[in-house]
């Protein structure tokens, strides 16, 4: 089945933990993204990544770190996570290349920073 | 602020009704879309419409973008009970192909 599988769906840490969020893809699409959402202000974007070794900033980047090492994977790093990191976490990916085209979603990934 | 602002914020209908959504944005697309969400769910992808386009439909679902008032319509026929979702339209932004921008959404209610 064709999916985008982000690991763990669920997640409550403290101040200052590290933590990785997985996004893994099996429809071989180039083109990966991470988004939040938060309450009254949509899906905003934090990277996306075109390709393999190739990633870029979104509108909200701070506070976050991404790798793209293989086609398949585009993990999410929060190096010091804080409060306002607290937020559910979308990984998403498109088949289409030199842009976005239509998007297929992850579950979702909601995170508690404490 | 948002590139696509969807209005209302809020609907309740009955089923079998016609629900209409709007969306509007600020700066040139090259492509808008649709999603929807259910709650707490993954977004997914319901319809996309070019900047050179006027009208598409798939199934219910009926897009219309106007791109001289920076404005598109989702209207979704003869709605169901399982239609309950968030809606949010994105706009990839002329120059920006690699960038997709979400409105707030619309929270759609089908009551039986």
């Known amino acids: 089945e064709a999916q985008v599988t982000q690991n763990p769906r669920y997640l409550i840490t403290v101040t200052g933990k590290k933590l990785t969020v997985t996004c893994s893809q099996n429809m071989n699409h180039e083109y990966m993204s991470w988004y939040r959402q938060d309450p009254g202000l949509g899906l905003r974007q934090i990277y996306y990544s075109m390709n393999v070794e190739v990633t870029d900033k979104g509108d909200v980047p701070e506070g976050y770190k991404v790798s793209r090492k293989e086609k398949r994977n585009f993990p999410l790093i929060l190096e010091s996570p804080s409060p306002n990191q607290t937020s559910l976490y979308f990984c998403?990916?498109?088949?289409?290349?030199?842009?976005?085209?239509?998007?297929?979603f992850g579950e979702g990934s909601r995170l508690t920073v404490l | 602020s948002q590139q696509g602002e969807e209005d209302p914020q809020a609907l309740s209908i009955q089923e079998g009704e016609n629900a209409t959504m709007n969306c509007s944005y600020k700066?040139?697309?090259?492509?808008l879309q649709w999603y929807r969400q259910n709650s707490g769910r993954g977004l997914v992808h319901l319809i996309l419409i070019r900047s050179n386009e006027r009208e598409k439909h798939s199934g219910r679902l009926r897009v219309t973008l106007d791109t001289s008032k920076k404005s598109s319509s989702l209207l979704i026929t003869a709605s169901r009970a399982a239609d309950t979702a968030s809606y949010f339209c994105a706009t990839e932004k002329t120059g920006t192909a690699s960038k997709l921008t979400f409105g707030t959404g619309t929270r759609l209610q089908v009551t039986l």
């Open positions: 700066t040139s697309i090259n492509n």
């Open positions: 998403a990916s498109s088949p289409r290349t030199g842009g976005t085209g239509e998007l297929f």
